[in-house]
């Protein structure tokens, strides 16, 4: 097990085209890392510079304490799941997974002894004689699992091993692989395209653009003080909705009506023009399902619904609204760069499922202004971000995170000392 | 399909064999005849007989034919060997790294491809003459190296090209050289390709005629071609048809029987279940 340091690490492929540009991340001891951004971004060519597969241009990349630039991938000890699995489809399932024991001339016991294991984990005993050809796909992810493993490497990499399986079998897999990670405490990191992934399994975030990184943070962190319109714009599902909006006082108006800020936010935006307010869908609700207590928190506002969507837990309803030009481009502009359908200037809005607003009708809505962060349309800044806030919540998912590993490592003492 | 569209088929592709594998009837039937029934205007011999097999295994011209089938033997399979071995590198390197010339090799290797053999036997037969490899199977080897061999890696690099760089990354994540990589994962999935490029390798060097009949004098090294045209019948007007076409017969088993006893294994999609999708 080892951490991994990066510091400004740049990739610049054969045509000049920086890759990876600048990017310095340490990734502690244990640690479940995730890299996400939207396609070509350069996750991918992150992971395969860590793993040795490809030529850092400039930069250290320190794994365990040792500078690793120069050395071959067999002889920095990192395992990886490849996006396409990768299993050598002349062996069995058996092999593929003692292949790199093998390699290390590991005895015959001891490569079945570890195997086994590895199979227990993964629950693949009766395929170990199978090839790969006649397995399902989230088999062969398992195979490609049990070969990373099996071995005691360092740290694993990931890269977007579970975006081939259909939905059902992703979230077994997701479980599967964040029970793993605790019960084996090893560095991993793991890239994605998928929210739910990375919400839900990392101890920290890395959201990159273009080779930039952007922020690393908890998940919670992230989706609460996001550090840019990009981060902001890129987690969450369904995605922020984004405003126009002129400061006037302690007041922003936007076409959902006035928006009321408390004196520190107020201070931040005060001296701008135009503005870019960003609130997620789950800050609006239907007035006449909202407490009485909690009606003065927010404000209220009249409008047409388009369209709504019910899915049983849920509710959403899409409402249109008027925005100048150049904050149409620079929306339009944004939400290509997410890779989100064509954005057209309409607010998702999530509302309780029993409510009864029409498609079509005016209807009341009410804003719960206190989580509502305040953008420089032109930078992407966030303007409002609460840094100490923010990096309490991280504080708060690694305490969470430590719980959890004694627990699942403890868990798996008793287990062992109950076999024995 | 219809019926009509399928009997069609059936009806192509009779023709199609009948086409292809009459000439190969008339080798056999003519190789049963005696040689005074050769001209019987008929297909069919009058008589069988097996005469025209004895006399290239054991009779007359057996001291001719058989040094040539051994001949033709090794220097076709060592030629192979080498080929495939060569090629199998080159070939690798031609599919995975991108070095300065690489065009330019395979460019080569298509130019010496199509270059006609006629043109280099005569400077060949003198180099030959000189430095003492006249005659001998090293004098034949290295030619067919030089029919072979482009081939070969035009063959193969298609087909290392198929397997997906992946698998040699991952072995090398597992902790393989580059050597392991390519000896564990590699050669074991383009092992069809080298069994196809095994057997087009050893065609071409089995047919060969020109190098055969002009690189050879004895039977040291003469190989089965070359050996067939010095065939003679028993009087001086008397010709050897029967025996030819006797020693044509055997001369078609080892390869037929080479390409039934690999064809199993030139399976396409061996690939198969390495990646996803
Ligand atoms: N061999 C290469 N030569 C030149 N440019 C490359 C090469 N490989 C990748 N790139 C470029 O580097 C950038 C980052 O690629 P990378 O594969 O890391 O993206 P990614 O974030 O993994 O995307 P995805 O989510 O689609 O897998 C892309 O813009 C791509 O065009
Ligand atoms: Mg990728």
Redesign the interface.
């Known amino acids: 097990m080892a951490s991994i340091e990066m510091r400004n690490i740049v990739k610049q492929y054969g045509d000049g085209f920086p890759a990876v540009n600048d990017v310095s991340l340490d990734i502690a001891d244990g640690e479940f890392m995730i890299l996400v951004g939207p396609s070509g971004c350069g996750k991918s060519t992150l992971l395969r510079m860590i793993?040795?597969?490809e030529d850092i241009s400039s930069g250290d990349m320190v794994i365990g304490g040792k500078r690793v630039n120069d050395l071959?991938?067999?002889e920095r000890?990192?395992?990886?799941v490849?996006q396409?699995?990768?299993?050598?489809?002349?062996l069995t399932v058996f092999e593929n997974i003692a292949?790199?024991l093998r390699?290390?001339k590991t005895d015959d016991a001891e490569v079945r002894r570890r195997v086994t294991e590895a199979a227990d984990v993964l629950e693949l005993h009766e395929h170990l004689e199978r090839?790969?050809?006649?397995?399902s796909?989230g088999q062969?992810?398992r195979v490609a699992m049990g070969?990373a493993i099996v071995?005691h490497a360092e740290a694993f990499l990931f890269d977007e091993p579970l975006s081939?399986l259909d939905a059902k079998l992703r979230g077994q897999m997701r479980t599967e692989i964040s029970r793993l990670q605790r019960r084996l405490g090893i560095t991993t990191v793991y890239v994605t395209h998928d929210q739910t992934e990375a919400m839900t399994l990392g101890d920290r975030v890395c959201v990159l653009r273009k080779g930039k990184i952007q922020q690393v943070a908890s998940p919670r962190e992230l989706y609460e003080q996001p550090v840019n319109l990009f981060v902001a714009g890129f987690i969450g599902s369904p995605p922020m909705n984004f405003l126009p909006a002129r400061p006037e006082g302690n007041r922003l108006t936007t076409p959902f009506g006035p928006v009321e800020l408390d004196q520190k936010r107020a201070a931040a935006v005060a001296g701008r023009d135009l503005l870019l307010v960003g609130i997620r869908p789950e800050y609006f609700e239907d007035a006449s399902l909202v407490d009485e207590a909690k009606r003065p928190l927010g404000t209220l506002f009249r409008a047409r619904v388009d369209v709504t969507e019910w899915l049983g837990d849920q509710q959403y309803a899409y409402i249109p609204y008027e925005a100048p030009a150049e904050i149409t481009s620079q929306l339009r502009d944004l939400s290509r760069e997410l890779d989100s359908e064509e954005l057209r200037t309409q607010a998702i809005v999530s509302i309780d499922s029993t409510s009864r607003i029409r498609e079509g009708r005016e209807a009341e809505f009410w804003l719960d202004t206190r989580k509502v962060h305040v953008f420089d349309p032109t930078t992407g800044e966030n303007l409002t971000r609460d840094a100490e806030a923010g990096a309490r919540l991280t504080q708060m998912a690694e305490e969470d995170r430590a719980e959890q590993v004694q627990e699942a490592q403890a868990g798996m003492q008793g287990r062992h000392a109950g076999a024995a | 399909m219809s019926t009509k569209e399928k009997t069609w088929w059936y009806v192509g592709g009779v023709a199609i064999i009948i086409y292809a594998l009459f000439p190969v009837a008339w080798i056999v039937s003519l190789s049963f005849k005696a040689p005074s029934d050769i001209a019987n205007k008929g297909f069919l011999p009058t008589s069988p007989t097996g005469e025209n097999y004895s006399t290239i295994l054991t009779g007359t011209a057996s001291d001719l034919f058989l040094p040539a089938l051994r001949n033709s033997f090794g220097i076709c399979l060592i030629a192979t060997f080498i080929s495939c071995v060569l090629s199998m590198f080159a070939a690798y390197a031609i599919a995975r790294l991108d070095f300065p010339g690489k065009k330019l090799i395979l460019g080569t290797a298509l130019g010496v491809a199509i270059f006609p053999v006629i043109s280099i036997v005569t400077p060949l037969f003198n180099l030959w003459r000189q430095i003492g490899l006249y005659d001998t199977w090293l004098g034949l080897i290295i030619p067919y190296l030089s029919l072979t061999l482009p081939i070969s890696i035009w063959t193969m690099s298609a087909f290392f090209r198929e397997i997906p760089w992946e698998m040699e990354q991952a072995a090398q994540v597992d902790g393989a050289t580059t050597w392991q990589a390519f000896r564990k994962v590699i050669v074991p999935l383009a092992a069809p390709g080298v069994f196809t490029t095994a057997i087009i390798a050893f065609f071409i060097a089995w047919n060969d005629f020109a190098y055969g009949i002009s690189l050879t004098s004895t039977s040291v090294a003469r190989p089965v071609p070359a050996a067939l045209g010095l065939f003679s019948g028993a009087s001086q007007f008397e010709d050897p048809t029967g025996a030819i076409a006797a020693a044509a017969v055997i001369v078609t088993i080892p390869v037929v029987a080479l390409v039934l006893l690999f064809q199993r294994r030139i399976v396409a999609g061996l690939t198969n279940g390495a990646v996803k999708g």
């Not at chain 1, 396409?84 to 002349?90: E, G, S, T, V």
């Open positions: 793993v040795g597969l071959a991938p067999r000890n990192l395992s990886m490849f396409n699995y990768a299993l050598y489809p002349h292949f790199p390699l290390s090839k790969p050809a006649n397995l796909g062969r992810q070969r071995r081939n």
